[in-house]
């Protein structure tokens, strides 16, 4: 199997967005940041906020706003013209915007949280604060992967009985099998806005639930669909979960206590009165985004390999090599997938090991098992 044409200039688009987008956030940031535009922002706020935390507050809503309007042509394009173009988009403009608007509200406030918690430290505890805010983010991923099925997913789509009670049972036995708790087998009304495929398992403990799209029940057969929950089921029993979560706190917290350095040794310079002030957000940012760039590809990397791991569990559970390769060959269809991207594409923007290296997996297995 080979990437189509379609999806390789699908993902040639795709590839030049993100580019186009760190660009586009570079160049904003050192904009307001140079020009004096957070400095003048806060100042005009302090007349309605004379609380440090509710200016802070009112702050980054109004920055948050700011970005939000020049973004919007961007992320419209990609969000819903290249989805449509394309034809794996099945939402109207109107959806769109209705879900967009819910997805930034729903942003604002974690953002919100998160950096009314940051400042408290920044302003608090000055000499640690990057280790309390790594402890922070540790425990805001938790939070927030844990309430994601039951308010999260509800925001966006409907909760629908599996129909196919044959199908939930197998699921709710595999599970069982390997004395994992699970809540119970659900559908969401995927097809109302993408043609593309997807499943997942969410949350923790007695309020584990896999989810299934409609439009995936309708493209795979049962042992396809069975080879997706197990490689889910094989992270569970990996605990990858919080392998991902404890991963991405350490190297937050690595990140932290390196723009501790750069940020003490260049906030005077722009004319920050000290390391918690809010006006020097935006500087925060950039630091942060240029250090997460160069962390990306190790982030990615490590989970990547967690990804295989529980590609190896989905062949072993399931036993049927070939059902794994026609599930992925399937998805590639469907997703537009891009089967083998340049190492540096791979490194820099798959989380997940390439649907050809993955396919080249299953057939290694199936040759080690004969």
């Known amino acids: 199997m080979r990437t189509s044409p379609e999806a390789k ?37 302090e007349k309605y906020a004379h609380n440090p935390l509710f200016l802070s507050g009112i702050y980054i809503t109004a920055l948050s706003l700011f970005f939000y309007i020049l973004g919007l042509p961007l992320e419209l394009y990609e969000g819903y013209y290249l989805e449509r173009r394309f034809k794996l988009s099945n939402q109207s403009l109107a959806g769109y915007f209705k879900d967009n608007l819910k997805k930034s509200l729903l942003s604002l406030v974690i953002v919100l949280t998160a950096v009314e918690v940051l400042y408290l430290f920044l302003g608090r505890f000055a000499q640690i604060w990057w280790i309390l805010a790594a402890i922070a983010w540790f425990f805001l991923t938790i939070i927030l992967a844990k309430i994601t099925p039951n308010i999260f997913v509800p925001l966006f789509y409907k909760y629908l009985p599996l129909k196919d009670i044959e199908l939930r049972n197998k699921i709710m036995q595999m ?7 699970l809540k119970d087998v659900y559908m969401i009304d995927f097809s109302s806005k993408t043609k593309k495929l997807n499943a997942a398992v969410a949350g923790f403990g ?13 493209e795979l057969s049962h042992d396809e669909i069975l080879a997706i929950v197990a490689h889910e089921l094989g992270h569970y029993k990996n605990k990858d979960t919080i392998k991902i979560i404890s991963f991405g706190a350490l190297v937050t917290g690595i990140m ?21 002030d809010i006006a020097g957000f935006p500087l925060f940012c950039l630091v942060m985004l240029i250090l997460g760039l160069f962390s990306l590809p190790l982030q990615n990397g490590f989970i990547r390999s967690l990804e295989t791991q529980a ?54 297995f199936k040759k080690d098992e004969n």
């Open 9 to 45: 200039n699908y993902h040639r688009i795709k590839n030049s967005l993100f580019v186009f987008n760190l660009l586009f956030s570079l160049i904003v940031l050192l904009t307001v940041i140079f020009s004096g535009f957070s400095i003048w922002l806060k100042a005009a706020l």
């Open 175 to 181: 599970f069982k099998d390997s004395g994992t708790r």
């Open 206 to 218: 007695n309020n584990r639930r896999v989810i299934l799209t409609d439009n995936l029940l309708s």
């Open 256 to 276: 932290f206590f390196l723009s501790d350095m750069i940020l003490r040794k260049s906030f005077a310079y722009f004319g920050y009165t000290s390391i918690a």
């Open 311 to 364: 590609d190896l569990y989905s062949l072993k559970s399931i036993g049927k090599a070939d059902v794994f390769i026609s599930m992925m060959e399937k998805l590639a269809a469907k997703n537009l997938a891009e089967l083998n991207p340049s190492k540096f594409i791979e490194l820099m923007l798959y989380d997940h090991p390439p649907i050809g290296k993955r396919i080249e997996l299953a057939r290694r």
